[in-house]
């Protein structure tokens, strides 16, 4: 049987995906426009709002802006299916043996994983951006640029970010954003992965898998083009 806190956490995953997109849903992020409709999903699937094209003017936003951004993150359909895949592999591999197996471990892990993306998503590029003036945005290199350095530029993002003064900065944003989601997580996971080795583990797992999509998203333009479109002609 379901347990009554997973029951109240998606009614408070739904409420909140309804007062957010309300409470945001006018508001427009700066440069958003000039991105091409088929930029703004990695892969078809992955929502990707964050992303500045080559050479665009730095414009800073507002604080509300930046919830905004972590709002449609957060709160798009498509996040329920990346979910749902992230909590079928940790599934399969029997991770967190405590939740169990069968539809109800199964779910529970969905949970954990959906309470996952709402943290990082609200804490990475709402809350620490709007305190410590931070863009959360990831402002692409281009393909002026060697394809050595713009991987290595989308690489250590995660170490830099720029401020809302347009110059660049220590991502403490994605750095200790991700290490209060992790210390948060340890509330709702299993007390065997409450020590500091899988705290550990899941920290290095985020900021990494926040790397690759910050080199898919320097990429996804000419991947694009090269492969889809190019598929699409013949």
């Known amino acids: ?40 999903r990695l892969f078809g699937l992955v929502p990707n709002y964050k992303s500045v094209p080559a050479n665009a003017k730095f414009e ?17 359909p498509m996040v329920l299916v990346v979910t749902g895949i992230n909590a079928g592999q940790a599934h399969l591999t029997n991770q967190y043996p405590e939740l169990g197996q069968g539809v109800e471990g199964y779910f529970q892990r969905y949970v954990r994983a959906g309470a996952d993306t709402v943290l990082s998503n609200f804490v990475t590029e709402g809350l620490f951006p709007s305190v410590l003036h931070q863009d959360p945005r990831y402002f692409r ?14 690489l250590t993002r995660i170490f830099r970010i720029r401020g809302d003064d347009g110059k660049w900065h220590m991502n403490y944003s994605e750095l200790f954003g991700n290490a209060t989601v992790v210390s948060i997580g340890s509330l709702y996971y299993p007390e065997e992965s409450r020590h500091i080795g899988p705290m550990a583990s899941r920290f290095a797992f985020q900021v990494g898998t926040d790397a690759i999509f910050n080199v898919v998203k320097e990429f996804w333009p000419e991947m694009h083009d090269k492969f889809l479109v190019r598929h699409k002609t013949k």
């Open 60 to 76: 800073p936003i507002t604080a509300k802006q930046k919830f905004h951004i972590a709002a449609k993150d957060t709160f798009d």
């Open 1 to 40: 049987m379901i347990a009554e806190q997973e029951r109240v956490f998606c009614l408070t995953y739904i409420r909140c995906g309804l007062f957010l997109l309300l409470m945001f849903g006018r508001v427009t992020v700066a440069q958003d426009a000039t991105l091409r409709p088929e930029e703004k």
């Open 141 to 154: 290199k281009g393909n002026a640029y060697s394809t050595k350095t713009r991987l290595g530029y989308s």
